[in-house]
Nanobody
C-alpha cells in the first residue's frame, strides 16, 4: 500500500542535534511514527503523530528533546532530535498505519521503512 523511505541519519556528538525525515509514497494520509532498535534490544517506541488532528505521543525517554511533525502536502514526517545522548544510538524506523494512532506496540503498525542509523558519540 505504501512505501516509507527514511533519511537524515548519521553520526553526531552528544548534545548535538539531528533531523530525520520519512517520505510516504502516494496520497493517503497515515498515522505515522518512529521506533528505534539498538543491537540486542527490542524495537522501542519513540513518537507518533495522528492522521488528521496532528496529536502526538512521545516516549518518556525522549520527551522534551525530540519533536515529531508532519508535512501533509508532501506526505512526510520528521523527527527533530535535540540534546542527543549516546543511549539514543539505534536504527530508527519510520512506521505507518491507517488504524493505529499513538500505540507504543510495534505490532500495531502495518508498514515500515528500512531504517536509518543514528549514532551519538560521547
Amino acid at each position: 500500500q505504501v512505501q516509507l523511505v527514511e533519511s537524515g541519519g548519521g553520526l553526531v556528538q552528544a548534545g548535538g542535534s539531528l533531523k530525520l525525515s520519512c517520505a510516504a509514497s502516494g496520497r493517503t494520509r497515515y498515522n505515522m511514527g518512529w521506533f528505534r532498535q539498538a543491537p540486542g534490544k527490542e524495537r522501542e517506541f519513540v513518537a507518533t503523530i495522528s492522521r488528521y488532528d496532528g496529536s502526538t505521543n512521545y516516549a518518556d525517554s525522549v520527551k522534551g528533546r525530540f519533536t515529531i511533525s508532519r508535512d501533509n502536502a508532501k506526505n512526510t514526517v520528521a523527527l527533530q532530535m535535540n540534546s542527543l545522548k549516546p543511549e539514543d544510538t539505534a536504527v530508527y524506523y519510520c512506521t505507518a498505519s491507517l488504524i493505529t494512532t499513538g500505540s507504543v506496540v510495534p505490532e500495531s503498525y502495518d508498514y515500515w521503512g528500512q531504517g536509518t542509523q543514528v549514532t551519538v558519540s560521547s
